[in-house]
């Protein structure tokens, strides 16, 4: 079947220190996978997006590629700010049915 | 525009009793979802909706849970005999087509059974 399994938190970084989410996949055919964000207080957004293997999303400085080789799809920014406390979810889209299937997330504090 | 929209933002009820969750997707979007979202977990799949009809309900934990969406835009999780287990975070997601789509999500209604 189809899983998600994320790196567990919670993560707690320096402001401009790098960042690295892993997360990993399981699934049948051929996935999409996401990357989703939930600031304290509001829903989920979507972070970013890969549909094919080694696509790479990006958004807000943020990147992910999707690795198949490696069933992979790790996020990553090169620096990180305050403003980018957060939870994040990795998930993924089965190539059948309609369900998306999320990791448990990881809550990330980046302190000044 | 208007993004989705959930009501109410939280529920707090008594062992046994019924309860409705409304959901109100963007505009347009042809598709809707339900997700249960448990302290510390991501969100679990309910149950999917392509237009007015259901077209994956596997997530359904038992038959005290049920949506609808008569008019294929609000719909309603219907959770009949509520039990403390149910006490969770309920999502609601609407994308322009299916599978695949981005999905965006409502606030959530945080519903508590005592």
């Known amino acids: 079947g189809n899983s998600v399994t994320q790196m567990e938190g919670p993560v707690t970084l320096s402001e401009e220190a790098f960042l690295t989410i892993n997360c990993t996949y399981t699934?049948?055919?051929?996935?999409?996978l996401f990357w989703y964000v939930q600031y304290p207080g509001e829903g989920l957004q979507l972070l970013l997006k890969a549909t094919k293997a080694d696509d790479k999303g990006s958004n807000k400085g943020f990147e992910a590629t999707y690795r198949k080789e490696t069933t992979s799809f790790h996020l990553e920014k090169g620096s990180v700010q305050v403003s980018d406390s957060a939870v994040y979810f990795c998930?993924?889209?089965?190539?059948?049915?309609?369900?998306?299937?999320f990791g448990t997330g990881t809550s990330l504090t980046v302190i000044p | 525009g208007a993004g989705v929209s959930q009501t109410p933002s939280n529920k707090v009820t008594e062992k046994g009793k019924y309860v409705e969750l409304r959901c109100d997707p963007i505009s347009g979007h042809t598709a809707l979802y339900w997700y249960r979202q448990s302290l510390g977990q991501g969100p679990e799949f309910l149950i999917y909706f392509q237009g007015t009809g259901a077209a994956d309900d596997s997530g359904l934990p038992n038959d005290r849970f049920f949506a609808v969406r008569p008019e294929g835009s609000v719909s309603t999780l219907k959770i009949q005999r509520t039990e403390r287990g149910d006490s969770a975070v309920y999502l609601c997601a609407s994308s322009i087509q299916g599978w695949g789509d981005t999905q965006y999500f409502g606030p959530g209604t945080r519903l508590t059974v005592l």
């Open positions: 699934a049948t055919g051929y996935p999409s």
């Open positions: 998930a993924l889209a089965g190539q059948t049915g309609n369900q998306f299937y």
